[in-house]
Structures are given as C-alpha cells and as structure tokens.
DNA sequence: AAAGATCGCAACCGCCACGGA
DNA sequence: TTCCGTGGCGGTTGCGATCTT
C-alpha cells in the first residue's frame, strides 16, 4: 500500500501543526511539486508553499523531492557493488551518509542510511560487548592492521623521499650541464631552494610525480588522504597546499575539485570525487 | 491462526553552516 | 559584525509489511 492511498485511508491528511501539512504525500501533492520543479527548478522551497499551492513547509517539499520524486533516482535494491561499496566508504567516513551517497549514483543518504541501519548495524552490534576474548582478539588485530597500515605508509614515504631525490639531483645536473655549456664557472651560480613542506601536510601523503594529471584514482586517493589528514577535513588545506612542490598544478587540482558537478565547491564536500 | 518481533523506509526533528541584507 | 532565512545533514520516529514462534 502506499503512503499516499495509506494517508487517505487512515485519515492523516488533516494531520496540521502550524498550518502546514504533515505526514504522507499524497498522489496530488506529488504532482503540485513535481510541477514546481520543472517550472522553478531545485531551490526556494519555502516558496513552494506560496507558489505550487501545497500546504508543506520548504523543508518537506525538499525532503520529498530529493528522497523520492527526483528523476535521477535509481529504484530497487541495493546491488552488492553498492553494498560493498557504502562498507568500505562507512568503514572510512563513519556516518557521513551524504558523502556516501555521492559516490553512489541516484542513492540518497536518506537510503543508506536506512539501508545501514537495517542491514549492518546489527551486525556490528552482535559483536559480544561483554565477551571479553572477543574483545581483545578485536583489538589485537585492529592493532595488527594499524601497525600494517603504518609500515605501507613508511615504505611509500620512503619511495617518494627517493623520487624526490632524483628529480633533486636531476635538476642539479641540468643546472650543471647549463652552467657549463654557457661558461658560467666563474659566476655565482643559482642554486633552486628546496621548499619548504607545508606544516599540516605529511610528505608521505603526495603522489609520484610520473603522471602530469590527477586522472587516476590512485592519485585521487591521494589527494583524499590529504584532506583527510586533518579532523574535519577541510580546515588548513587549500589548493596550494594540494599543488604544494607542483606535483599536481593548477588544472589537475580543479578537474579534480570539478569532479563532482552537482555538489557544492567545498574541500569538505568534494572528497569522494574519486568514486563520482 | 494468532501474537509478537523484526524489517523497511518515508518522514520528521533539531542542529548547524552559509550567504545575503 | 550581526542577524536572519535557507538549505543540508544526521539522528530518530512511526507504522505497515513480513517473518517467526
């Protein structure tokens, strides 16, 4: 039955608080506000009311919108690639289900969240809280893959700490065999100054200089775990600490800032760019 | 078959961030 | 700088459907 036939059955269309309507929509509200969109577009909601004729608050015509009468919307069940997908994206973000919606196409939060709640959730809970071997074979191998985790980031420090060596040393040469060419023994030649790493960023956290575009999830990836290096992800990082020793320039960092082209321009809301 | 438990999901609530006046 | 309106987000609720005992 739907919420609408439900509404009209069990009487809670006259369901008022304040003037405004509360409750499900029904079939005609629907309609009024499908109406709305196609002739104002996404936004002013709280003109909804004054314009489309419906008695519902902005905060209900959005909801119901985004939720449900969007026409991206993909309908059905969760597929497994999803499922696995809101996993590793929950493992990483926590209930951040906007964030993860974005990386699912035609998912809203509202449904991930449910999904979530009702699929793992209790799973999760079923972890025995008073078993007390459970809890510590938990902790042990929480502490085992931490310590995985930091050995794969010392190896990729080192890796890079090399490669920038290299490119170092490169450089030198090339000055060198300039100097040389051009008879310069006897000037003061420039030495380029190695600048400095930004404070908040660890070195570790860059890409390879191999590619000249941001254009793989890899380096994506990357780029994420630098915004993620902080609490919130977004305060102290900005687009020149991202371009900081111009490993990425000024395009790669906007393609990948443009990634996303239905979410606002924010650090904070642009990290999943690489599952868009 | 009936009663209770659980699931699924639309909708609401309260808080917060942001932008414009 | 402050205030206010607006939109977005995460948490929670409510209730029919379905499953289990």
């Not at 304040?18 to 309609?31: F, I, Y």
């Not at 007390?132 to 190896?155: P, Y």
Request: aromatic share 10%.
């Amino acid at each position: 039955m739907s919420w609408g036939v439900m509404a009209g059955q069990l009487g809670w269309s006259g369901l008022i608080d304040e003037g405004w309507r509360k409750g499900p929509w029904t079939a005609e509200e629907d309609r009024l506000l499908i109406e709305y969109v196609k002739s104002h577009g996404e936004g002013r909601w709280n003109s909804v009311a004054r314009l489309a004729g419906l008695k519902r608050n902005g905060k209900s015509c959005r909801l119901r919108w985004v939720n449900y009468l969007r026409p991206d919307l993909k309908r059905g069940q969760i597929t497994p690639h999803e499922e696995n997908i809101i996993l590793e994206l929950h493992a990483r973000w926590g209930n951040r289900w906007s964030t993860i919606a974005r990386s699912l196409p035609g998912r809203t939060d509202n449904e991930i969240k449910n999904y979530w709640r009702t699929h793992f959730k209790k799973k999760v809970k079923t972890v025995p809280e008073n078993c007390d071997k459970a809890r510590t074979r938990m902790l042990k191998r929480q502490q085992f893959q931490q310590q995985q985790q930091q050995k794969q980031e010392q190896l990729l420090l080192q890796h890079q700490q090399q490669q920038l060596l290299q490119l170092n040393q490169l450089d030198m040469k090339k000055i060198m065999s300039l100097l040389d060419e051009n008879n310069y023994e006897n000037k003061v030649a420039y030495v380029p100054q190695i600048r400095q790493q930004p404070e908040n960023i660890p070195i570790n956290f860059y890409p390879n200089t191999s590619s000249s575009t941001a254009d793989n999830q890899h380096e994506y990836g990357l780029l994420n775990t630098v915004f993620n290096g902080n609490n919130n992800g977004n305060e102290g990082c900005n687009e020149e600490n991202v371009m900081w020793e111009g490993l990425w320039n000024l395009d790669d960092v906007n393609g990948y800032f443009g990634a996303c082209a239905s979410t606002k321009p924010t650090m904070h809301n642009n990290l999943l760019a690489p599952f868009c």
